[in-house]
């Protein structure tokens, strides 16, 4: 268990501090979040993640394309909804606090399928193979998560929830069913964890290092923030 929770857990800390180290002290004096809510959603987001995972197991081997399915639109609906709580409409921090709610859930998702796995496999049995293919759906769900939090958290600041959160939906959706292809054997692992890995980084950079910057520059135009040095940082 604790080999499965460091696999799941701490790609979510290290990504935590690569995304938010730029808006926050001390790169500039004034943050563009507020801590206890930032935690707290990662917080929830563990909770939900076990939750989800948990349900999640009821239908391995995870080869059919309708649970693969449902089950994206599920975790893209959990966001929404919490996301689209009054107190976060149209508020600039939400689009931090849904990629924070992403890296939970990304983080105990991974976590369940490494731990999940081993019990299957026996870890007597594992091979480098194995070990690989666990690792990369550890960081899969992490990428993933993140970086579709962050999707509906922009769609809630503009005011579009529900075309951000088809948009969403799709990369979710396209991502589990490039997975069930490998659960039900129609791909090598040497292709489908590789090309999966790189679409959810893909995406997960088209997030965070152009949308949400995107994002923070457009709010500080409209809305005249004080936030000056991160401007001058990011030039």
Do not use: C
């Not at 599920?74 to 976060?88: A, G, P, S, T």
């Amino acid at each position: 268990m604790a080999l499965a929770a460091v696999m799941g857990i701490a790609p979510a800390l290290a990504l935590m501090y690569f995304i938010f180290r730029d808006f926050t002290y001390p790169r500039i004096q004034e943050p563009f979040f507020e801590d206890p809510k930032l935690f707290g959603l990662f917080a929830a987001g563990l909770v939900i993640g076990v939750v989800l995972f948990s349900a999640y197991t009821w239908f391995y081997p995870w080869n059919s394309l309708v649970v693969a399915v449902a089950f994206a639109l599920l975790q893209e609906l959990v966001k929404m909804v919490i996301l689209n709580l009054r107190r976060f409409q149209r508020k600039l921090d939400t689009a931090f606090y849904g990629s924070a709610l992403g890296l939970g859930m990304g983080s105990t998702l991974g976590f369940g399928m490494v731990f999940y796995l081993l019990a299957v496999i026996g870890i007597q049995e594992m091979s480098w193979t194995d070990w690989t293919v666990l690792g990369m759906l550890s960081l899969h769900n992490v990428f993933l998560q993140s970086s579709t939090g962050l999707t509906i958290g922009e769609g809630v600041v503009r005011g579009y929830t529900w075309e951000f959160l088809s948009q969403a939906v799709l990369v979710n959706v396209a991502f589990q069913g490039l997975m069930t292809l490998f659960y039900m054997g129609f791909l090598p692992w040497f292709v489908s964890m590789p090309v999966a890995l790189l679409f959810v980084v893909a995406y997960f950079v088209y997030m965070h290092r152009i949308r949400l910057p995107r994002l923070v520059r457009q709010a500080i135009k409209e809305y005249n923030l004080s936030q000056k040095e991160y401007l001058t940082k990011r030039k």
